[in-house]
């Protein structure tokens, strides 16, 4: 195999597919590697844990065709550390017979051992019809869920993103059981059949929000198989496995109405909360919200550094009452709002509030309070 | 057990010879005869110590321990600060799997967490090839039989389906139901318990302990 192209087009193609790369490779060390094949001028670079996979296309000057399997994290930051210009890459045999890959820039040479390509695992093309989906509406739709997905492996139907069928258009939910997001986009209907759902890790779609994030415009083609799913944006493919398992009814948690209505500025809320949550030192120290007619009092209490307050203006309709929040959880879930003033509906304070936009029901945010005395 | 807070210094012979200066420690002789020498540092290890048997003999200001190898511990005591003894009584010993017998004793003490409604019926519910760890009923009155484990596996639910099976020979209990609980269910496990009409439950640890007091949750 060789080939020669800029050091950038390398860069962002490893650095890319390295992010499926297996952190720790277990017994299968040939996980830790990217897997470069050159077809022509063609160069594909894909990187694996198996439950991810990532495969970047790139058009470079290539010489000779065929495959190697090159440790990934060390590539990378090789050829990141190369002066900027052109790059070439050839496998050649090393003194022991072993293939190596010899890695060239200006005068600066590496030759790194590399692992046996047919270790690599067979990944499967991807399966399914292919539907397309605006990138910037799932993008958009991908920060205000995966954030509410558990990272807790010990529940794993909650690490995933529910990806469902509803009412013509596509539905995506995610809950930690602390928090559940809930976002709607209108017209992606052809994605799923009426019925049809699917769990998708949040940590791929996390990953594809990055891709996305990074992306102006354009569309994404999803391909949906039995086990797996697969995006493709421009010249990245990424495939998921998806979760098996029932996802909690989560339509049973969403109350029908609230007696208690806050409309808030989204920018004034999120800089109180997070002044005041200077003092919550620990993951369990709540923000408690006093609602009143002229406005909201937040307030952070804490035993061994003291205590923080600030007022914001706001309009509330309903009972005074004070209610607690996880000062994290209800950040995420403002920050989510896309509108300049977010509404608060809530019940009690031990009943689940929601956040929402103020101009549109496509997104909700349920949030659990917590108990304080 | 008695414990003496002692001005000493240590002295052993045997295999090699070791000698600790005079400062204050910790004796500590235990039920079975041994001997051990603490400092005010480290989480268990002595600084000198003498296994049983082994054959303690007091003199003013000197303890000498040896045992039948020829080994000596010496200690020489310049002042006793304070000296105290208890009896401590048979220990039960380490329990490997403590988790999984709280886990059910937690469920036993709560089984409306799994499933709502029931009610316990007995735990360690007896069978001719071992108890199973809950029998419940469901507000049916139906009976439902429930085995714990921490890590929710196909070994597992392979258990539980034994226990049906003699379960249902008895008349007053048939049909039985089951409930695989665990904190975590791996996905092959609760395929075959699907396929057995077994229900899988993943029961959160800290929420039955009530360490999670004022995180309220969804579901």
Known sequence: MKLRCERDVLVDALGTAGRAVAGRSGALPVLSGVRLEVTGDHLTVTGTDLDLTITVSSMVNGSVDGVVVAPGRLVTDIVRALEPGAVTLETGDSESGDEDLRITAGRSAFTVRTHPAGDFPRLASPSGDAVTLPAEGLSEALRQVVRAASGEDSRPILTGVLMAAEAGGLRLVATDSYRLAVRDLPGAGAVLSEGQKVLVPSRALGELQRLLGSAAGGDVELRLGQHDATFGTGSVALTSRLIEGEFPNYRQLIPASYPNRLVVGREALLDAVRRVKLLARDATTPVRIALRPDGIELTVITTDWGTATEDVDAKYEGAEMTVAFNPAYLIDGVEAVPTDEVVLDTLDALKPATLRPTDSDDYLYLLMPVRVS | ?219
Request: overall charge negative; aromatic content about 4%.
């Open chain 2, 1 to 219: 057990m008695r414990l003496v807070i002692a001005t000493c210094s240590v002295d052993y012979t045997g295999r090699l010879s070791a000698h600790l200066p005079t400062a204050t420690r910790l004796l500590m002789v235990k039920a079975d005869g041994s001997v051990s020498v603490h400092s005010d540092g480290k989480a268990y290890k002595p600084l000198n110590w003498m296994t049983e048997p082994c054959t303690l003999v007091e003199a003013p200001g000197r303890w000498v321990v040896s045992n039948p190898k020829g080994e000596t511990l010496t200690i020489t005591i310049d002042e006793v600060h304070a000296e105290v003894a208890h009896e401590l009584g048979d220990d039960p010993g380490l329990q490997k799997d403590g988790v999984e017998a709280h886990l059910q004793e937690l469920l036993a003490a709560n089984p409306g967490s799994l499933e709502a409604g029931l009610t316990l019926v007995r735990r360690e519910y007896p069978t001719d090839i071992g108890p199973v760890d809950l029998l419940c009923r469901d507000p049916e009155g139906r009976a439902v039989a429930i085995e714990v484990k921490r890590r929710g596996e196909i070994d597992g639910v392979e258990q539980l389906t034994r226990y049906l099976e003699r379960l249902d020979l008895d008349g007053r209990l048939r049909p039985v139901r089951g409930i695989f609980a665990a904190q975590q269910i791996k996905p092959q496990a609760r395929v075959i318990a699907a396929a057995r009409n077994i229900t899988c439950v993943e029961v959160d640890y800290d929420h039955l302990r009530g360490l999670d007091l004022g995180r309220l949750t969804l579901f």
